[in-house]
């Protein structure tokens, strides 16, 4: 596979647990947040999304929460499984998007 | 339905070697971008196409040329590739309806050059 993320910071699951995975953006101006989840020699692919206007939404086993305060961004994953096993990084678009460097999520059986 | 789709998914170079990765789209979006990926470094903007005509540079443009053939293509081209041009290459296209910025990916070009 390729060698995306070598050095990104690890969150390790049980599978069945929920996972939380977390991001910090920069820009208090930023309106528009968006999660990803890239699978090992895949590109990224859209999960969720959210406005600033809003502090929670949810899809389907998944939850983005938006904390506007403290710039803190975050997504829940319900009963996780194998295929859960991933990058997830966030997004932030103001006038431009601006990507996080991500999170690999690994899950335990 | 395909979405984005991008050709080669793998390349080998000798350095000084030239090539064009090719991406298309079929989502009828406007804008178009071309991103590089690094370990550890996130996802970072070579070129995009904000609409059929325009290109601009993005945050690391140097060695890099592109061109946005028509609505659905947007190729970026390497002329005389080097080392540190190694890296995994995205294309992306965007639908800002409502003036959200999702930008949707092809499956990536992993690019080796010696």
């Known amino acids: 596979g390729e060698s995306v993320g070598l050095h990104l910071p690890t969150l390790s699951v049980q599978e069945g647990d929920n996972s939380i995975i977390n991001c910090a953006y920069s820009n208090s101006a930023s309106d528009y947040f968006i999660w990803y989840k890239q699978e090992s020699g895949k590109g990224p692919q859209f999960i969720i999304d959210i406005r600033s206007n809003m502090d929670k939404r949810q899809g389907q086993r998944v939850t983005v929460l938006l904390n506007k305060t403290v710039k803190h961004l975050s997504l829940q994953i319900a009963a996780t499984q194998p295929g859960d096993s991933a990058v997830y990084f966030c997004?932030?678009?103001?006038?431009?998007?601006?990507f996080g460097k991500g999170t690999r999520l690994h899950i335990l059986p | 339905n395909a979405g984005v789709t991008q050709t080669p998914k793998f390349q080998v170079l000798k350095t000084g070697q030239s090539m064009t990765l090719q991406c298309a789209q079929d989502?009828?979006?406007?804008?178009m971008y071309w991103y590089r990926q690094d370990p550890g470094m996130g996802l970072r903007l070579i070129y995009y196409s904000a609409s059929e005509g325009t290109t601009d540079k993005g945050e690391v443009p140097n060695g890099y040329n592109v061109s946005r053939l028509n609505k659905r293509e947007f190729s970026l081209r390497l002329e005389s590739a080097a080392p540190s041009q190694t890296s995994v290459y995205f294309c992306?296209?965007?639908?800002?309806?409502?003036?959200?910025?999702?930008?949707?990916f092809g499956p990536g070009t992993r690019l080796t050059v010696l």
């Open positions: 992306a296209s965007t639908d800002k309806t409502g003036g959200a910025d999702t930008q949707y």
């Open positions: 989502m009828n979006h406007n804008s």
């Open positions: 997004a932030e678009t103001h006038d431009k998007i601006i």
